[in-house]
């Protein structure tokens, strides 16, 4: 086990730059770091989605790892490909490591995503969710949560927002049996980054879930997206946990929970949200909290 | 002393594969290509074939993983049929764009809807745009070695395109034939390593793969996969002869004329059917008629030129589809006439259209065609054979 990564002791190279997401945008700071984790020596697979429309732009290409797009369902597939041609040819200790958004994940990439870790090789997948389809312009993804205003989902008359409840993709991965899943969040980066080293470190398939903000979609100001993606896990909305060994843990425990409103508020996404949408956003957090206190390891 | 064995198309195909030494294998079942990727797993269960056996959950990711394992130098095989064919299509285009040399095997099966299992033509149809070289094979025996062959021009580095190699399902999957085996030393030495092309990901010179270009560029890289395509006719037929002399069997150039020479009209064939046709072609022939078949066993890239030099510019030309493009014709009946108007023929041709769904080509349908294209019988350009009922 290596010494736990922070921001004094984690690699200065950069592998990830000059491309062209939007400031502020959680999901290439994600990935930029996880890179700094992964190493130059890691193979990086994205599907067609944000992250791979702003750095392979030809000539210009971002990454310094050897990196592929791949459709946009396939993610875990192309990781898991190039893992095993990687493994055949006789490379020592290959990685290959897959990125994609919530979409990417939890909608069109889930079967891809649910056959790889059936296969049991190798390989890291890393969810970067920002919690709709920012690529093609905000729409509702199975990851959306509830009340959230999307371009399909939008602030109507009648129906105001999502209806739908967010998947729960880091429980859907572990109950495959996964050797190692966790969630984590890019206001709490240091936890993300050691998570990242775990995956590593480990031998069959590890799934990483990182709340990653995105301004645009979202609706905030581009300097917010930390102190956001903080006040997520500081408000209970989204929990920072681990599934190892077969049993769930919870890594951090808030002693009171920060007002939701505080997460909520900043984002133009739930500028519309009643009092009664308010109040049901807390029924969804408190039942979770139940269960987890209940079920898993504190 | 080389060494026989009786297999079905589907064991052959595996043969050639496990000869071939693939890094990567990634297959998902369907009928009727299941017996090939059972055999294949059987010989890595066995210890026989030393290679990464990818049980994937879908045809869509059995083509997302050989585009991962191919991007990165590794021989990547996989087979599929029919819906699985059409379940993958996305992938296709993507990895001949990525000039990725894969090698897939695809037992030729109808399209629902109504379902249907059996053989026809109509799943490489769609396929026909995707960059993939489509190759078509007449038995058992073309189909091992097309395995072999395939490998060895995919991973050309002047070419670096996938490879689809079409069998009939049934006809050829599941009918027993005696098959010669190559010995391993010699496919080693005809296929020796693959060797990673610079633009794949590798450890020493970092690579983005499957990029996205504007429309500034777009264009070129398209119009260039195209032009390069062109390049596969000769090393197929370079191939083929390097294989022949090692193995004492070849099998051609991209069409292969039977009986064509002096003929005053041929019939074009793919795939299983024509061994039938050629033996309606040796009994007309005794009787007098000048009858000649083309035996088309490339038809991406389409060989425009060969088709010119191998049949007289007034002979009559019928094509026989097992396959329908609905609303027009047969898809082979288009690409050939429209590469005969490219050359000036000034003969008639017909479409021929019979086997969909499984449904037999008899020996006596064929004469029947023969008979149209003789001018003894009369018939309309495009003509259905062995319905059931009237339409």
Same mark, same amino acid.
């Given at each position: 086990?290596?010494?736990?990564?922070?921001?004094?002791?984690?690699?200065?190279?950069?592998?990830?730059?000059?491309?062209?997401?939007?400031?502020?945008?959680?999901?290439?700071?994600?990935?930029?770091?996880?890179?700094k984790v992964l190493g130059e020596e890691a193979y990086i697979a994205l599907p067609a989605g944000c992250m791979s429309a702003v750095s392979f732009i030809y000539p210009n290409m971002a990454f310094k790892n050897n990196a592929i797009i791949t459709p946009f369902a396939s993610t875990a597939a192309v990781t898991?490909?190039?893992?095993?041609?990687?493994?055949?040819?006789?490379?020592?200790?290959?990685?290959?490591?897959?990125?994609?958004?919530?979409?990417? #994940?939890?909608?069109?990439?889930?079967?891809?995503?649910?056959?790889?870790?059936?296969?049991?090789?190798?390989f890291i997948y890393i969810c970067t969710d920002n919690e709709?389809?920012?690529? #093609?312009?905000?729409?509702?993804?199975?990851? #959306?949560?509830?009340?959230?205003?999307? #371009?399909?989902?939008?602030?109507?008359?009648?129906?105001?927002g999502?209806?739908?409840?967010?998947?729960?993709?880091?429980?859907?991965?572990?109950?495959?049996?996964?050797?190692?899943?966790a969630t984590a969040s890019m206001g709490y980066i240091e936890d993300f980054l050691n998570k990242v080293q775990k995956a590593k470190e480990h031998d069959g398939p590890s799934y990483i879930h990182v709340l990653a903000p995105c301004p645009t979609g979202w609706g905030h100001g581009t300097e917010l997206t930390v102190e956001i993606a903080k006040n997520a896990v500081d408000t209970g909305l989204w929990v920072l946990g681990e599934y190892e060994d077969g049993k769930f843990k919870l890594n951090k425990k808030p002693k009171e929970f920060k007002p939701i409103e505080e997460y909520l508020k900043p984002q133009n996404r739930f500028k519309h949200l009643t009092n009664e949408m308010l109040g049901e956003i807390t029924e969804i957090r408190d039942q979770y909290w139940d269960y987890i206190l209940e079920n898993w390891e504190v | 002393m080389p060494k026989y064995d009786f297999l079905n198309g589907n064991e052959a195909v595996a043969y050639g594969v496990k000869l071939s030494r693939p890094h990567v294998v990634s297959a998902y079942p369907i009928t009727p290509q299941t017996k090939a990727v059972e055999k294949i797993a059987q010989f890595v269960q066995d210890g026989d074939l030393e290679c990464e056996y990818m049980h994937v959950e879908s045809e869509h990711s059995a083509m997302s993983c050989a585009i991962g394992s191919s991007s990165v130098g590794a021989r990547t095989f996989t087979a599929t049929s029919s819906q699985g064919l059409l379940y993958m299509l996305e992938g296709l285009p993507y990895a001949?764009?990525?000039?990725?040399?894969?090698?897939?095997?695809?037992?030729?099966?109808?399209?629902?809807?109504?379902?249907?299992?059996?053989?026809?033509?109509?799943?490489?149809?769609?396929?026909?745009?995707?960059?993939?070289?489509?190759?078509?094979?007449?038995?058992?025996?073309?189909?091992?070695?097309?395995?072999?062959? @395939?490998?060895?021009?995919?991973?050309?580095?002047?070419?670096?395109?996938?490879?689809m190699v079409n069998m009939d399902g049934f006809v050829l999957s599941h009918t027993y034939e005696k098959v010669q085996i190559p010995e391993q030393k010699d496919v080693?030495?005809?296929?020796?390593?693959?060797?990673?092309?610079?633009?794949?990901?590798?450890?020493?010179?970092?690579?983005?793969?499957?990029?996205? /270009?504007?429309?500034?560029?777009?264009?070129?890289?398209?119009?260039?996969?195209?032009?390069?395509?062109?390049?596969?006719?000769?090393k197929f037929e370079e191939i083929d002869l390097e294989f022949e002399k090692k193995f004492g069997r070849g099998y051609g150039s991209a069409i292969v004329g039977y009986c064509h020479e002096d003929a005053e009209c041929l019939l074009v064939t793919a795939g299983s059917v024509t061994?039938? /046709?050629?033996?309606?072609?040796?009994?007309?022939?005794?009787?007098?008629?000048?009858?000649?078949?083309?035996?088309?066993?490339?038809?991406?890239?389409?060989?425009?030129?060969?088709?010119?030099?191998?049949?007289?510019?007034? @002979?009559?030309?019928?094509?026989?589809?097992?396959?329908? @493009?609905?609303?027009?014709e047969g898809s082979l009946f288009t690409n050939i006439n429209s590469a005969l108007k490219q050359n000036n023929h000034i003969g008639e041709t017909y479409n021929f259209i019979g086997g969909i769904g499984g449904r037999d080509i008899t020996p006596e349908n064929i004469e029947e065609m023969f008979d149209v294209l003789l001018g003894n019988k009369k018939a309309e350009k495009i003509s259905f054979y062995n319905m059931r009922c009237e339409l």
């Open positions: 086990m290596m010494n736990k990564l922070n921001a004094r002791n984690i690699d200065t190279q950069e592998l990830f730059y000059g491309h062209k997401a939007c400031g502020g945008c959680g999901e290439s700071l994600a990935l930029r770091l996880a890179l898991t490909g190039m893992q095993a041609g990687l493994k055949a040819k006789g490379k020592k200790n290959p990685l290959a490591v897959g990125f994609a958004g919530d979409g990417g #994940t939890a909608d069109i990439g889930i079967q891809a995503l649910s056959g790889a870790i059936d296969r049991g090789e190798k709709a389809y920012m690529n #093609t312009g905000i729409q509702k993804s199975g990851l #959306t949560p509830y009340g959230s205003h999307t #371009t399909t989902t939008p602030v109507g008359k009648k129906i105001k999502n209806m739908h409840k967010k998947k729960n993709m880091f429980e859907i991965v572990a109950a495959h049996g996964i050797e190692y899943a | 001949s764009g990525a000039r990725l040399p894969i090698v897939m095997m695809n037992a030729n099966r109808s399209i629902a809807t109504p379902w249907n299992i059996y053989g026809d033509q109509m799943d490489a149809m769609f396929a026909l745009p995707t960059g993939w070289i489509q190759i078509f094979v007449e038995d058992a025996q073309e189909a091992l070695d097309m395995m072999i062959q @395939s490998f060895k021009l995919a991973e050309d580095h002047e070419i670096l395109t996938p490879v080693d030495d005809f296929l020796p390593e693959i060797v990673t092309a610079p633009h794949l990901m590798q450890d020493e010179n970092p690579m983005s793969m499957c990029i996205s /270009a504007g429309n500034k560029h777009n264009m070129e890289f398209k119009i260039k996969q195209h032009k390069e395509m062109e390049k596969a006719f000769e061994g039938t /046709a050629k033996n309606v072609v040796d009994k007309l022939r005794k009787a007098g008629k000048k009858v000649g078949l083309l035996k088309l066993r490339m038809i991406r890239p389409f060989p425009i030129k060969l088709l010119k030099e191998l049949c007289s510019n007034n @002979s009559t030309i019928g094509v026989l589809d097992k396959n329908i @493009s609905f609303g027009y």
